[in-house]
C-alpha cells in the first residue's frame, strides 16, 4: 500500500505538470495578437449653450495592440486626434468675456481646434465572422488648443487636461490585414475648465481604415 501510494504520488507530480503545460500550450496556439496602424476621421461636437451644435471633421491616426481568444479578445489604442469645435458668438462672449482680448471679437463665431492623445481599453467580441463588437473607456489628455481666430488671451485654460468618455462600435477585421471600423464616443466629463456655470460634454463620431503589422 505504501509503495502504492508513493507511485502515485510521482505518476501526479509527473503528469499533472504535462498537463498544466499542453493546456497552456493549447490556450496560445489559439492566441491572435494584433498590432496595427490606423487613420481616420473624427466628427466632433460639443453640447453646451455657447457651442456650434453640428459635427465637425478632423483627423485621427495613431497605433492599436489586440490580443484575442477565440471570440473574445482585448485591445488597446493609442492615437491622435483632432477636433474642430465653432463658438456661438455674444453667447460666448457672455459667459467668457474675462477671456477674451477684445471685446469688439463678441460676435464672431471663432473656431478652436483641440488636439487630443486618445487612449481607449476595449472589450472586444464577436458577432459573426470578420465582424467585433468593441466597447469600453477611453482617457484623452489635451496636447494644445489652436485658436483660430486669436480671440482669447490662453484658449488652452478653457478646456480641461483629460476627460473620460465610453466606446462602443465595430471592428471588422478584413483578410490582408486590413480593418475597417466605426464607433460612438460619449463624453463622461465636463471639459470647461472655466468657472462658468455651462457644461460641455463631447459626442463624437469616427471611421477608420488600419492595417494589421501583425
Known amino acids: 500500500m505504501f509503495i502504492m501510494k508513493r507511485l502515485t504520488i510521482i505518476l501526479a507530480c509527473i503528469l499533472l505538470p504535462s498537463l498544466l503545460f499542453a493546456q497552456t500550450a493549447a490556450t496560445l496556439s489559439t492566441t491572435k495578437i494584433d498590432l496595427g496602424l490606423k487613420l481616420g476621421v473624427n466628427l466632433d461636437k460639443l453640447s453646451g449653450n455657447s457651442w456650434d451644435n453640428g459635427y465637425k471633421a478632423g483627423f485621427l491616426g495613431g497605433a492599436y495592440l489586440g490580443v484575442r481568444v477565440s471570440k473574445i479578445g482585448v485591445q488597446v ?100 490585414h486590413l480593418d475597417v471600423g466605426a464607433r460612438y464616443i460619449l463624453g463622461f466629463s465636463d471639459i470647461n475648465n472655466t468657472n462658468a456655470s455651462d457644461s460641455w460634454n463631447n459626442r463624437s463620431l469616427q471611421v477608420h481604415l488600419g492595417y494589421r503589422i501583425l
Do not use: C, R
Not at 115 to 137: A, D
Not at 148 to 175: E, Q, R
Open 77 to 176: 489604442e493609442a492615437f491622435y486626434s483632432q477636433s474642430n469645435y465653432t463658438v456661438s458668438g455674444h453667447n460666448f462672449y457672455d459667459l467668457y468675456s474675462g477671456f477674451y482680448k477684445n471685446a469688439a471679437d463678441s460676435a464672431k463665431k471663432g473656431s478652436f481646434k483641440v488636439s487630443y492623445m486618445n487612449i481607449p481599453v476595449l472589450l472586444e467580441i464577436k458577432l459573426m465572422p470578420y465582424v467585433w463588437l468593441q466597447l469600453g473607456p477611453q482617457y484623452s489628455a489635451l496636447m494644445s488648443v489652436s485658436d483660430g481666430d486669436n480671440m482669447l488671451n490662453d484658449a488652452k485654460k478653457v478646456f480641461k487636461t483629460g476627460t473620460i468618455s465610453g466606446v462602443v462600435g465595430v471592428d471588422i477585421k478584413l483578410p490582408f
